[in-house]
């Protein structure tokens, strides 16, 4: 089946630093990938929908300034946490579309100090 | 996309059913129902989906009333790695829509 690999499974960073996540569709195109981030005990909430080779549309609330998304190409979407800081400190999980609905990555746990 | 009710936790006994409702009232003619489910600390996985007729695959069965205005995944041997929340979803197939994740049902699995 469709796989989506999302790398690194766990990142620790220091505050102001940044952190990039990818996530790769592995045996098909991905012309839409998803970000969604996930505090403890919360629900996946829905950050921002890329589209190969245009801007990503983010959802309300989400500073594109902060978190940078490029999709360059059909396989590969990348979230860049710019200048994080502790409150960033999340479950990050990207997820692209298939016929049948959708598949996700195994989500990146990131620890901000 | 229609907004769906669940029960916020469920417990099942390891060896039995798990069957897990979801109210979707509010549904339209083209939205399907999906069911995905996270473990935690991974990402969520898709289960099985379905428009107005039961669907059956590997994993469970989905039971849709005739109205469409709720449905239940029947997981038919419970086992304790079912342990997880449970997304009842609905939205039109074949999109690109966004897939807005409601809070789920978390179902326990006891030995």
């Known amino acids: 089946g469709a796989v989506v690999s999302q790398h690194p499974s766990r990142v620790i960073c220091k505050s102001g630093t940044s952190v990039k996540i990818e996530c790769r569709s592995l045996?098909?195109?991905?012309?839409?990938m998803f970000w969604y981030r996930q505090f403890p005990k919360q629900s996946l909430m829905l950050m921002a929908t890329?589209?190969?080779?245009?801007?990503?549309?983010?959802e309300q609330g989400v500073e594109k300034d902060k978190f940078l998304i490029n999709h360059a190409s059909l396989t590969l979407s990348t979230l860049t946490v710019t200048s994080a800081h502790p409150e960033d400190s999340s479950f990050y999980i990207c997820?692209?579309?298939?016929?049948?609905?959708?598949?996700f990555g195994s989500g990146t746990r990131l620890t901000v100090v | 996309d229609a907004k769906t009710t669940q029960p916020p936790s469920m417990d099942c006994a390891e060896g039995r059913a798990a069957n897990l409702p979801c109210n979707h009232s509010?549904?339209?003619?083209?939205?399907?129902v999906y069911w995905y489910r996270q473990i935690h600390s991974q990402g969520p996985q898709y289960i099985i989906h379905g428009l107005k007729n039961n669907e059956t695959n590997e994993m469970a069965s989905l039971i849709i009333t005739e109205d469409r205005k709720s449905s239940t995944l029947i997981l038919p041997h419970a086992t304790l790695r079912d342990t997880a929340v449970y997304y009842c979803?609905?939205?039109?197939?074949?999109?690109?829509?966004?897939?807005?994740f409601g809070k789920g049902t978390l179902l326990t699995v006891n030995p």
């Open positions: 509010t549904i339209s003619g083209n939205e399907y």
């Open positions: 045996d098909f195109q991905a012309t839409t």
């Open positions: 890329s589209n190969e080779g245009s801007k990503a549309t983010y």
């Open positions: 997820s692209a579309t298939m016929s049948y609905g959708y598949t």
């Open positions: 979803i609905v939205r039109v197939e074949g999109s690109n829509y966004k897939l807005t």
